[in-house]
């Protein structure tokens, strides 16, 4: 469920301007990333979005959970807060077929079968605390299939399972 981290290359800018200095933000890779291309976004991308990268075929699986890690590489320890605060996660594939892919290759949008489930949004219902007010979300969340075991355990989790 976690094969790939792709967090977007238009976030940086954000971050520069919180820290301008920062040498971590003037190139990819500051958050862990293993694919960062600029014009996709959490509330531009779903879960269960396919992607053509390369030869591979991907699957969005889950947005990226934040941890101190984060804060304790980028020698920022509020980061963690600004990332939630802020929904600027990333987010993680699975591998549906294998491939090769390199720099500069295309991403193509193959499919999109849970419009209404942006990374965007499952992660305010699911990390950001927004869910307690909506069970029925949560409900839907913790029975979709594309998204990661973890994250599906977690709905649950806050419906009281």
């Known amino acids: 469920d976690m094969a790939l981290h792709h967090y977007p290359r238009d976030h940086y ?51 990226r959970q934040p941890c101190w890690k984060q804060g304790h590489v980028m020698q920022w320890p509020e980061m963690v807060a600004l ?11 699975r591998v549906i077929e294998t491939g090769t892919a390199s720099a500069g290759d295309t991403m193509t949008r193959i499919d999109n079968p849970f419009p209404q489930w942006t990374v965007a949004r499952v992660f305010s219902l699911l990390i950001r605390g927004q869910g307690k007010s909506e069970p029925e979300a949560l409900e839907q969340l913790a029975e979709l299939e594309p998204l990661s075991g973890v994250w599906r355990a977690k709905a649950a989790a806050l419906l009281g399972r």
């Open 13 to 63: 800018a954000f971050w520069r301007t919180l820290k301008p200095d920062h040498p971590m933000l003037f190139s990819a890779g500051a958050f862990g990333e293993n694919i960062s291309v600029a014009g996709l976004i959490e509330d531009g991308v779903c879960i269960g979005d396919r992607f053509a990268l390369g030869s591979a075929i991907v699957e969005i699986s889950q947005g």
């Open 83 to 93: 990332i939630v605060k802020s929904g600027r996660c990333g987010w993680y594939y």
